[in-house]
């Protein structure tokens, strides 16, 4: 899945460690979420997202979002 | 109990860990020179030893699995990968040996081997091959 961790996070001037700190994870997990090779869980998902003050879809993008649009 | 965060459940590990460890050591050495202390020990002594010797280590394996729940979703999700590899290799190796025994190519194995030989090929799995066996999930 492709998200925008990595910019959102170097907007606000934080290291991995320290939006580790304030979801409560480890460090390795931020890495593996901003790499794409660790999908987070819904409430993982919903914690990410309120602490940017967005919603889970404008941080995470499973891909699918054009065929959504192109059906509309 | 409230979610932990990922430092606060290692370190919750680590507070157990580190005693379960000391009491094996203490366990291990005083039990042994206990029993070397008699010519004979009686069965039920050395029961009593093994089973003292071995009861750390069912700590440790349920600090293990309380770890497991209580860490965060990624740490979790490789722990539980490198578990069920290491596992999946003592069960294999366990019957290839079996075998090999049972026609009498290799000699017998001390069952107290197969806790060691999982713990090993659990921490390898865990050490270098993690990042393998954790992936995005199904991919399009």
């Known amino acids: 899945m492709i998200n925008t961790l990595r910019e959102l996070r170097a907007e606000r001037g934080w290291s991995q460690g320290d939006l580790a700190d304030a979801l409560g994870v480890s460090r390795q997990s931020i890495n593996a979420l901003e790499t794409g090779k660790f999908d987070p ?15 889970i ?3 995470f993008d499973d891909g699918l979002g054009h065929m959504k649009k192109a059906a509309e | 109990m409230a979610q932990l965060t990922f430092r606060e459940a290692n370190k919750r590990y680590r507070r157990a860990f580190i005693p379960a460890m000391v009491v ?22 050395s029961a009593i030893v093994a089973l003292i010797m071995a009861a750390p280590i069912g700590v440790v394996l349920w600090l293990m699995w309380r770890l497991t729940r209580e860490t ?8 539980m990968s490198a578990m069920a590899a290491g596992g999946l290799m003592t069960a294999f190796f366990s ?7 049972l026609y009498n190519v290799v000699p017998a194995l001390w069952t107290f081997l197969v806790g060691p030989f999982f713990f090993l090929s659990y921490g390898l799995v865990y050490c270098f091959g ?6 995005p ?4």
């Open chain 2, 95 to 101: 019957v290839v040996w079996g075998f090999l025994e």
């Open chain 1, 57 to 59: 879809e404008e941080i």
């Open chain 1, 41 to 55: 869980s819904l409430p993982l998902a919903f914690r990410i997202a309120r602490l940017f003050g967005k919603g």
């Open chain 2, 72 to 79: 965060d979703e990624f740490t979790r999700q490789q722990q």
């Open chain 2, 24 to 45: 094996y050591t203490v366990a291990v050495f005083g039990g042994s020179f206990l029993l070397k202390q008699f010519e004979t020990p009686p069965t039920w002594l």
């Open chain 2, 137 to 140: 999930g199904f991919e399009k």
């Open chain 2, 130 to 135: 993690r990042r393998s066996l954790v992936g």
